[in-house]
């Protein structure tokens, strides 16, 4: 059976955010040279949520220009929303989140669509593919590489047991994984609507559902870290220790839903990754100059006991 080409084989979401001034750059290497693509290969997918009204303006006049390029507009500024929406217009085979103030490797985009596609057109169908990442201090002139190459099987599709073979330095985020697209809705992935980072919970909650891997050990995503920036600083983190206290509570009802017989290596990654993110969580609140910080990490734990005994 000849392979449907009918549909983009990748979307890439780019949800708006209130850290303006980056769409270009971003856009940017999405076009650029070393990214070209033959046919419909790549769809884009700009979600307008109208706090940018300047980037807003940007990619819509992009949009006017650049095959593959949509702008969707939804009504209320929420993050994971944002992702969902994305999702739910999204014609691509698999689907990718970019953050506005991030961009992309130009040839590694090309790579991983060129694989994607090649898997595709033989009728391998992955449910997760990764990759790394490059994280850029430019205040500091140091540029850092997130990389799984001695984890991860690499070049070859691979499941769980073969996974993880040393324990894992770092949790396999948000702009390191590729998703199937229909595997979002196969796991029900449902994100907070007033919790704005929800990256955590997009990055682990489908990886339950996921059982054909693949590890491309090329980085994709590029995030430069910007001092000034409100999501970069400890004062922002330690504001909005509410916000991940709740966080915690969607991920560990999450957990309670995920599916039974995980494979052990699976397991134990999720797991430990919920530990760390919740070690994080409450080691900002005890840096806080909240009176009531004991209480609420007290509140946490029995909220936890009294509605997720095995997660406790």
């Given at each position: 059976?000849q392979?449907d080409r009918?549909?983009?084989?990748?979307t890439?979401?780019v949800p708006?955010?209130?850290?303006?001034?980056?769409?270009a750059?971003?856009?940017?290497?999405l076009e650029?040279?070393?990214a070209t693509?033959?046919?419909?290969?790549?769809?884009?997918?700009?979600?307008?949520d109208?706090?940018?009204a300047d980037?807003?303006?940007?990619?819509?006049?992009?949009a006017?220009?650049?095959?593959?390029?949509r702008v969707?507009?939804?009504p209320?500024?929420v993050?994971g929303s944002?992702?969902e929406?994305?999702?739910e217009?999204a014609s691509?085979?698999?689907f990718?989140?970019l953050?506005s103030?991030d961009?992309?490797v130009p040839?590694?985009?090309r790579?991983?669509?060129?694989?994607?596609?090649?898997?595709?057109?033989?009728?391998?169908?992955l449910?997760?593919l990764?990759?790394?990442r490059i994280?850029?201090?430019d205040?500091?002139?140091?540029?850092?590489?997130?990389?799984f190459?001695r984890i991860?099987?690499?070049?070859?599709?691979?499941?769980?047991?073969e996974?993880?073979?040393d324990?894992l330095p770092t949790?396999?985020?948000?702009p390191s994984?590729?998703?199937?697209?229909?595997?979002?809705?196969e796991?029900?992935?449902?994100?907070?609507?007033?919790i704005?980072?929800?990256?955590s919970?997009?990055?682990?909650l489908?990886l339950?559902?996921a059982r054909?891997l693949y590890?491309?050990?090329?980085?994709?995503?590029?995030?430069r870290?910007?001092?000034d920036?409100?999501s970069?600083?400890?004062h922002e983190?330690?504001?909005?220790t509410e916000?991940?206290?709740?966080?915690?509570r969607y991920?560990?009802?999450a957990?309670?839903?995920?599916?039974k017989?995980?494979p052990?290596?699976?397991?134990?990654?999720?797991?430990?990754?919920?530990?760390?993110?919740i070690?994080?969580?409450?080691?900002?609140?005890?840096?806080?100059?909240?009176?009531?910080?004991e209480r609420?990490?007290t509140d946490?734990?029995?909220w936890?006991?009294?509605?997720?005994?095995?997660?406790?």
């Open positions: 059976m392979p009918s549909c983009p084989i990748l890439i979401a708006l955010s209130i850290q303006q001034g980056h769409i750059r971003c856009l940017d290497s650029h040279p070393n693509f033959q046919g419909c290969d790549l769809e884009i997918l700009v979600i307008d109208g706090s940018a980037d807003s303006a940007i990619a819509r006049e992009r006017l220009r650049l095959e593959g390029l969707v507009s939804k209320d500024p993050h944002s992702i929406c994305a999702a217009a691509g085979i698999y990718y989140v953050e103030y961009e992309v040839s590694s985009l790579k991983v669509v060129a694989l994607l596609r090649w898997l595709d057109d033989r009728g391998v169908t449910d997760a990764i990759l790394d994280v850029r201090d205040s500091r002139r140091q540029v850092f590489t997130r990389s190459r991860l099987p690499a070049g070859r599709t691979f499941g769980w047991t996974a993880l073979r324990p949790s396999i985020q948000k994984i590729v998703f199937r697209r229909d595997l979002l809705s796991c029900h992935l449902h994100l907070p609507a007033r704005f980072h929800v990256g919970l997009y990055a682990l489908p339950a559902w054909r590890h491309l050990p090329v980085p994709l995503n590029i995030h870290i910007d001092r920036a409100p970069d600083s400890l983190v330690l504001d909005n916000e991940g206290l709740r966080l915690i991920m560990v009802a957990f309670a839903l995920f599916p017989g995980l052990k290596r699976l397991a134990a990654y999720l797991e430990d990754s919920m530990s760390v993110h070690s994080a969580t409450l080691a900002s609140l005890s840096l806080s100059s909240r009176d009531d910080r609420k990490k946490l734990f029995q936890i006991r009294r509605n997720y005994p095995e997660a406790y």
